[in-house]
């Protein structure tokens, strides 16, 4: 029936991965979702847009978040860390967590763990540089039920924006919407080096906010950073956990950074399902 | 309170209820019929002619109840009937007309489904370039879904002239079907199929340095359950978490399978007995388009209207007979076994 089309994306992404996104195109298009036309839609694909921009929406765990450029879009190796994280920590109504996520982007992480964790138990608020970013990534805590503040009696988790850089020296004294101490402080902060952002697949590079990728000319940038955050005093409570994306080649290099705050007392670092070292958790001093 | 011993017998009670109103209903007619017979020669004849009409009225619901009713209540209650069904279809022999039949069984089973309210849905599916489709998962939600469906299990067979087919030949082609019961992951009975430590999962495609390096949907994955070298891989879904949740699904439910399927060579080799298994390679059905009809061949039914079997209706029929077809096989067993 549209084997033109077909014929069109196998041409860039190969017939079997053609097929299938041929498919989900026509699923979004017959759950008027979007009001492009398919053959618009294999136009866009054809040269090199990321699907999830085309389709305006991308699953991460249950929740089915909006995605619009140039929005960072929630990676499945991030749905697989926030799961698992979701699944190693057990807050309750009683017990509610406070938790700060570092360059918030669609607000995936933080909105998936108020969506995962039970009602009542979270508190989290996420900061990004990008004013894109935010308005997207409330619209998504819109679209998922996860409001501001809890104003009925009902409890509730909550999710609150700000817009700041965590790059500046003056972070977190100067802001007014930080309010340690925190449980959990997550990030899926920019990891890419410079040599590595110039060899970056287009469907990225083009496309994609440089501010969510490029970490620095080591791309350590960032994680230098919040290790400077973490060892402000006061900005985590006993026990907390930082939680930190970091790319293929970093993990070690990012957990002595943690270590060296001297806040950490034991780190971990967790494998992606791909098979590369992906996440670091650190746990601080009781 | 009630005490288990109460619920037990709480549920016997339930269970009987059927055979207490079949045995009402024989009683209250054998106790009509007696008082009809002295009216047969009443010397009214309008009034014998009722009692005439009303006699032989009577005389079958008798009968009706001693051929079908009783036996029936003698077939032990489904443990089944509560399922719902997950049907797997694959095409064989026939290159892309057995993809355009498989996705014509598709619609077809999605609007029986639609007539007995249970929910469908295509949950996997890989299509064919040529049009038509490689082969499908379909999800049927709804009580009894699985009980009417286990007999649509294995090969159905289509003759036909091809639509791509210049010189009106007919051809024959196949679709292998393999239903299975559906168990929720929410259902008590999980625990037993299998155990985590026992799955291996495999994610399907490199992808590189990973993480924000690359955005490209690869989201397919590949459960392996070692004991039993079940494979289930699972791409349809944009995210790996759903492909993992279906995959799961799947693998339950082909436990499942295996564990009835088990259970029932159980019961038969305990009373030495030998009743038609259930092969899944044997050719069980024909719908041939020229003479316009289906055949079913292991129960010797043919139906002269094909194109309401494909909407649904005439597949009713069918399952009906397959399922009269079951309890008789199963009394027969054991009256056999008696």
Known sequence: M????????????????????????????????????????????????????????????????????????????????????????????QNPRNLLDLGTGSGCIPLLLCHLWPKGSLRTHGIDISPHALRLANDNAALCGIPTHCDTDEPQNTYTTSLASFLHTSFPDNEASIKPPYDIVTSNPPYIPWDEYLELPRSVSDYEDPKALFGGPSGLDFYHAIARIVSHKNILSPNAVVALEVGYEQAEIVESLMRRTGRIHRTEIWGDPWGKQRTVVAHAHA | MSSPEDITRLKQLKESEALQAAWDEWIETRQLLEETSPLLDDPDPTMRSLASDEYSSLTNTLTTTVESTFPSLLVPASTTSHLS?????????????????????????????????????????????????????????????????????????????????????????????????????????????????????????????????????????????????????????????????????????????QKITREIAERRAARTNLVRAADRSEKIRTYNFAQERVTDHRIGLTLMNLTSVLEGDGLQDFLDALRRDHYESVMEDMLESA
């Open chain 1, 2 to 93: 549209h084997s033109r089309l077909l014929a069109q994306l196998a041409a860039h992404i190969g017939t079997d991965q053609a097929s299938l996104e041929l498919r989900w195109m026509k699923q979004a298009l017959s759950s008027g979702l979007s009001n492009a036309t398919l053959s618009t839609m294999v136009k866009r694909r054809a040269l090199g847009e990321p699907l999830q921009y085309i389709l305006g929406t991308q699953p991460f765990g249950p929740l089915n978040l909006l995605t619009r450029p140039p929005v960072l879009i929630p990676r499945p190796e991030t749905e697989h860390w926030v799961i698992k994280l979701a699944e190693s920590m057990f807050p309750t109504a």
């Open chain 2, 85 to 257: 069904a997950l049907m797997e279809l694959k095409s064989g022999v026939g290159g892309s007309e057995s993809s355009l039949f498989l996705a014509e069984l598709v619609r077809m089973y999605q609007r029986l489904a639609n007539v007995n309210r249970w929910k469908a849905e295509v949950v996997g599916q890989n299509d064919n370039e040529g049009g038509g489709t490689k082969d499908a998962i379909l999800e049927i939600k709804g009580l009894g879904a699985y009980d009417a469906l286990r007999w649509e299990s294995g090969v159905h067979r289509v003759q036909r002239v091809p639509a791509t087919e210049s010189s009106g030949r007919v051809h024959t082609s196949t679709v292998a079907i393999v239903v299975l019961p559906l168990v929720e992951e929410t259902d008590a009975h999980n625990e037993e199929l299998f155990k985590m430590d026992d799955i291996k999962l495999e994610v399907m495609r490199a992808r590189g340095a990973g993480g924000q390096h690359v955005n490209k949907t690869e989201s397919a994955v590949r459960l392996t359950h070692i004991p039993t070298g079940i494979t289930v891989s699972m791409q349809d879904e944009r995210s790996q978490h759903q492909n993992r949740r279906r995959a799961f699904q799947v693998l339950r439910s082909r436990l499942m399978d």
